[in-house]
């Protein structure tokens, strides 16, 4: 009767330890993109102007997205400029784009 106990204990203690092990395997780990601070960051609610997938927007609420503009950079030589996919503001002078 006690091997009995003694068996189910360890065999429960077993199942639970090998639950928690599986809960975050070790080499899902290695490619998640965490921050210095160890906080992902996707792209969400933002209030200012970023660069995202269909271009430089803000998206204040959930579910809405307003074109925008960052600010223009100190100069006199920079304009905004499209070309294909890349958005943003191009130095006719030194011809390099911002940021």
Request: aromatic residues 8%; charged residues 25%.
């Given at each position: ?63 809405v997205r ?5 600010g ?28």
């Open positions: 009767m006690k091997l009995t106990k003694i068996a189910a204990f360890s065999a429960l203690a077993l199942v639970a330890s090998a639950a928690t092990a599986s809960a975050a395997p070790i080499t899902g780990l290695a490619k998640a993109p965490v921050a210095d601070n160890g906080v992902i960051q996707v792209h969400g609610r933002h209030d200012r102007c970023e660069l995202g997938q269909g271009g430089w927007h803000r998206s204040p609420r959930r579910g307003i074109v925008c503009r960052p223009r950079p100190r100069g006199d030589h920079w304009m905004w400029r499209s070309e294909g996919p890349r958005q943003g503001w191009w130095d006719s002078r030194s011809r390099r784009w911002y940021r």
